[in-house]
């Protein structure tokens, strides 16, 4: 019962705000899943085509895409291509009436949460599509946490991040002291300013924080 009434937390706070995108021609289908997403309080945007949906974006919100495989002009696997050519992420649940083990394959290794086949059971695709916004609102929370921590960064003076980047690698005062031909009283001195500016309140943390600044602020720069 307790774990009924946290995953029934969790699935309410997911839904606060989160949109579901429907990408489907069937117009039967698309209220079928209108409903479906809106009994457990799910808002909704349709679409009939591929095309129209690409041409508004993605909503900047939690959300996940429930896409019709077989669609007119561009098919759910193309706009699930260009998304990711473009380097837009959200997460895809496919639907479809005509399942080839190729294509269900080709969905999932691009990064599908799930592939169902219709007709398919309202819980499936409801739990298939709470698992996607899982997904996307735990990315949303990293980018949000590297943009601080790029901002936390971009305070840091050069020689500060010369100091905590050298902390992180393990070196004591005095080596980096050494290495810098600095003093140990300014080599501490910038670690403390450094560790500060960060919000860091531990080496492990910084240590951390660095690893994420690394991917974030400047893919294949050196920390140390």
Same mark, same amino acid.
């Given at each position: 019962?307790?774990?009924?009434?946290?995953?029934?937390?969790?699935?309410?706070?997911?839904?606060?705000?989160? +949109?579901?995108?429907?990408?489907?021609?069937?117009?039967?289908?698309?209220? &079928?899943?209108?409903?479906?997403?809106?009994?457990?309080?799910?808002?909704?945007?349709?679409?009939?085509?591929?095309?129209?949906?690409?041409?508004?974006?993605?909503?900047? &919100?939690?959300?996940?895409?429930?896409?019709?495989? #077989?669609?007119?002009?561009?098919?759910?696997?193309? &706009?699930?291509?260009?998304?990711?050519?473009?380097?837009?992420?959200?997460?895809?649940?496919?639907?479809?009436?005509?399942?080839?083990?190729?294509?269900?394959?080709?969905?999932?290794?691009?990064?599908?949460?799930?592939?169902?086949?219709?007709?398919? #059971?309202?819980?499936?695709?409801?739990?298939?599509?709470?698992?996607?916004?899982?997904?996307?609102?735990?990315?949303?929370?990293?980018?949000?946490?590297?943009?601080?921590? #790029?901002?936390?960064?971009?305070?840091?003076?050069? %020689?500060?991040?010369?100091?905590?980047?050298?902390?992180?690698?393990?070196?004591?005062?005095?080596? +980096?002291?050494?290495?810098?031909?600095?003093?140990?009283?300014?080599?501490?001195?910038?670690?403390? %300013?450094?560790? #500060?500016?960060?919000?860091?309140?531990?080496?492990?943390?910084?240590?951390?924080?660095?690893?994420? &600044?690394?991917?974030?602020?400047?893919?294949?720069?050196?920390?140390?």
């Amino acid at each position: 019962m307790m774990r009924n009434g946290v995953e029934d937390d969790l699935k309410e706070n997911l839904t606060r705000g989160a +949109i579901v995108v429907v990408i489907d021609d069937d117009a039967s289908c698309r209220a &079928v899943l209108r409903e479906l997403f809106e009994s457990v309080g799910l808002k909704v945007k349709l679409y009939t085509s591929g095309i129209s949906f690409l041409e508004d974006g993605i909503p900047d &919100v939690t959300s996940c895409l429930v896409v019709d495989v #077989r669609l007119p002009a561009k098919s759910g696997l193309k &706009v699930q291509e260009e998304l990711s050519k473009a380097n837009m992420h959200v997460p895809i649940v496919f639907i479809t009436g005509h399942a080839e083990v190729p294509m269900v394959v080709s969905a999932m290794k691009a990064g599908a949460v799930d592939f169902l086949t219709k007709p398919f #059971r309202s819980q499936d695709l409801l739990d298939a599509v709470f698992t996607a916004l899982e997904r996307d609102s735990a990315r949303r929370k990293m980018q949000q946490w590297q943009s601080i921590l #790029r901002e936390y960064y971009e305070s840091l003076s050069a %020689r500060e991040r010369q100091v905590i980047t050298m902390v992180a690698a393990g070196k004591l005062n005095k080596q +980096i002291a050494a290495d810098l031909r600095l003093s140990e009283v300014t080599v501490k001195l910038h670690r403390a %300013r450094g560790m #500060r500016k960060m919000q860091a309140t531990s080496l492990v943390q910084l240590v951390k924080m660095l690893e994420h &600044v690394d991917s974030a602020v400047a893919p294949g720069r050196k920390t140390h």
